[in-house]
């Protein structure tokens, strides 16, 4: 993934958001990854690269292609492909684990070097947790009641500190849009659009004592709007 792309957070766990054709390729995809066939995993993902950071839909491990990596002891080579593909080093299992953690656990010290998150962006645990409390009340308050319905796993904010690119979207179904979020200094910037939770187009800048509403682009957003209507 390029310095200039932005990453997407999938958060999505309920099998019926998909297609059977996208289930069938996660599937096969979280299979290949389960069993060890790096050969399967390499191919899916040169043909699905937004796959990733993803793992099993509905599946209750929350393990990532690199978390499988992490499990089975694979070559460090392999690891280093995914990372170069884009795979989160900080990404955390439904346990909170790190492939890191995981690879430390079960003795493969060969991958410690290559798992080992490279920070670019140093935020103290205390603070990103704060704006990470703030940043999933926010999304709350924008998407109501879809967050509970759909069953969404909120955006962890940990995985932009290792991003050239701080920057990441959060697609929320059944809201007709999502959040856009980038990391800069210690301000989270969130721009959110909704065509059923109070119209689209909404800013918020956000750091550890809270959120505020960006209204001038509130303002912008709407005459822009108004033209297009």
């Not at 209750?60 to 593909?85: E, K, M, N, T």
């Not at 989270?188 to 689209?200: C, K």
Request: hydrophobic content about 40%; some cysteine.
């Amino acid at each position: 993934m390029g310095q200039d792309e932005v990453s997407t957070w999938d958060g999505v766990t309920l099998r019926s958001t998909y297609s059977d054709k996208v289930i069938e390729g996660r599937d096969k995809l979280a299979d290949a990854a389960r069993d060890g066939d790096w050969s399967m995993v390499l191919d899916l993902l040169e043909a699905h690269p937004a796959w990733i950071n993803s793992g099993r839909v509905g599946g209750g491990s929350g393990y990532a292609p690199l978390h499988q990596v992490a499990w089975h002891g694979a070559d460090a080579d392999i690891a280093h492909r995914l990372v170069a593909y884009g795979a989160w080093r900080t990404l955390r299992t439904a346990q909170g684990e790190r492939a890191i953690d995981i690879a430390d656990r079960r003795g493969h010290r060969h991958l410690l070097a290559p798992l080992t998150p490279v920070v670019h962006h140093h935020l103290p645990a205390a603070t990103l947790s704060s704006i990470q409390r703030h940043f999933h009340t926010l999304i709350h308050e924008r998407a109501a009641d879809l967050i509970t319905d759909q069953q969404l796993r909120l955006p962890e904010l940990e995985t932009l500190t290792e991003q050239p690119n701080p920057a990441c979207w959060f697609a929320v179904p059944g809201m007709y849009g999502g959040f856009s979020y980038r990391l800069t200094g210690a301000e989270l910037t969130v721009e959110s659009w909704s065509r059923i939770a109070g119209g689209s187009g909404w800013r918020h800048v956000i750091d550890e004592h809270g959120a505020r509403l960006d209204d001038c682009f509130q303002e912008f957003s709407g005459h822009r709007r108004s033209g297009h209507a």
